[in-house]
């Protein structure tokens, strides 16, 4: 038996149009309205508030710290893969798009007229400059509450006589001496050290190096160190040689640097991507990567700084002794340093230099380091700690 059919068609039924359909609103899931401006608000005040507690658990707690750090090293290294692939700096990917990307949204926003839009512009970035500093605290920080490099390596820091720093200087200077003539020059004798590339491969290998009698060093290996594409000039009118940028896990170098720093400075931003957050252990972590290399680039560049900090300490407490070591200079050593010089002179007076000096002071104290830059110096400190104890 057929089943009975109906004759005649169905009357249509009209769907009832679902008013937030009419005006596009799709709820917060989808991709209509957007978040509140007050809800980036309290986003950013989120993250803010567990930085603070981030920042204040490792310093009250060493083992919290160390967890933290063991983390933020592991995070730093995966990440350093990834932006390693490229032979720019991301970091000044990263700076351009900072640069444009607000001044495109403002320009939209200036030509929809739509000021709420305006409001919650703001109001994001805002939340993102709170999401970038919990992260530079969360990958970088948190290394500023390590346990120092000299306890980690049994140094006894200390007051120094000025004839124990001459006689520092005094070693600096030989040692500085004997490399000068081993290091490659052009034409005018002005020191010509090649491929920037293969100086970073080779800072790498020297913290391999060391790694084998220094123990707190033998830690993974991070992304090779870049140089500056787009600016370098730029970051000598800032003061500035070279930057560990944790949001991208790279350090960078100033192409705009003089050849006889390069070495020291690769090896210093090294150990900013090793986790050292210090300057002054940076700087002596170089000097320590750089002074016994088999690579008279490395180890020159080593004695260099160093006789250039520490005759610097020594300048301001002995003239007289500092002139005379001045004085046992070899002809190239001197040259050298008038090239540095010359080369830091067009930035001296410049009022970006000093605002440069200024930010980067502000930035380093930030960290808890109270000199701020001067800090650098205190790499004095440990060299002669390093140089007493192995004259014993």
């Known amino acids: 038996m057929s089943a009975p059919r109906l004759k005649g068609r169905l009357p249509l039924v009209r769907r009832r149009q679902d008013p937030r359909r009419a005006t596009g609103y799709r709820g917060y899931r989808g991709s209509g309205r957007p978040l509140d401006w007050w809800v980036w608000l309290v986003l950013g005040a989120v993250l803010l508030a567990a930085m603070w507690a981030l920042w204040q658990a490792c310093g009250a707690f060493p083992g919290v710290s160390a967890f933290f750090r063991r983390i933020a090293q592991f995070l730093s290294n995966c990440l350093a893969f990834f932006t390693g692939l490229l032979p720019i700096p991301v970091a000044e990917l990263m700076v351009a798009g900072l640069v444009i990307g607000p001044v495109w949204g403002l320009v939209y926003v200036l030509r929809k007229g739509d000021w709420s ?28 509450t390590a346990p120092t490099l000299a306890s980690q390596m049994g140094l006894e820091v200390g007051q120094y006589s000025v ?9 600096a200077v030989e040692q500085a001496n004997g490399l000068a003539t081993q290091v490659p ?19 790498r290998r020297e913290y391999s190096r060391i790694k084998e009698d220094y123990a707190v060093f033998d830690r993974p290996q991070a992304g090779l160190v870049k140089r500056s594409f787009l600016g370098g000039r730029i970051m000598s009118y800032i003061d500035l040689a070279g930057y560990y940028c944790p949001w991208a896990a790279e350090s960078t170098v ?17 150990a900013h991507a090793l986790g050292i957050g210090p300057e002054a252990e940076c700087n002596f972590a170089a000097w320590l990567a750089c002074k016994d290399s088999q690579d008279p680039r490395f180890a020159y560049s080593g004695w260099l700084l160093a006789y250039i900090y520490a005759g610097n300490a020594l300048y301001a407490s002995d003239y007289e002794a500092w002139a005379k070591q001045y004085d046992s200079l070899c002809p190239e050593t001197v040259h050298d340093i008038a090239v540095l010089n010359e080369s830091l002179k067009p930035f001296e007076d410049s009022k970006v230099n000093e605002l440069g000096s200024k930010a980067n002071d502000a930035l380093i104290k930030a960290t808890g380091q109270s000199e701020g830059i001067r800090s650098y110096g205190r790499v004095v400190d440990l060299m002669l700690a390093y140089f007493s104890a192995e004259a014993e």
């Open 163 to 171: 004839a124990q720093l001459e006689a520092f200087v005094s070693h």
């Open 254 to 270: 100033s192409s705009d640097v003089v050849d006889t720093h390069i070495p020291f400075n690769i090896a210093h931003e090294t």
């Open 117 to 144: 839009a305006l409001l919650r512009g703001a109001c994001r970035l805002v939340c993102v400059g709170c999401a970038a500093a919990f992260l530079f605290v969360f990958l970088y920080g948190v290394h500023h």
């Open 185 to 203: 020059r052009d034409g005018e004798g002005t020191c010509d050290f090649g491929s920037f590339r293969q100086m970073a491969k080779q800072g």
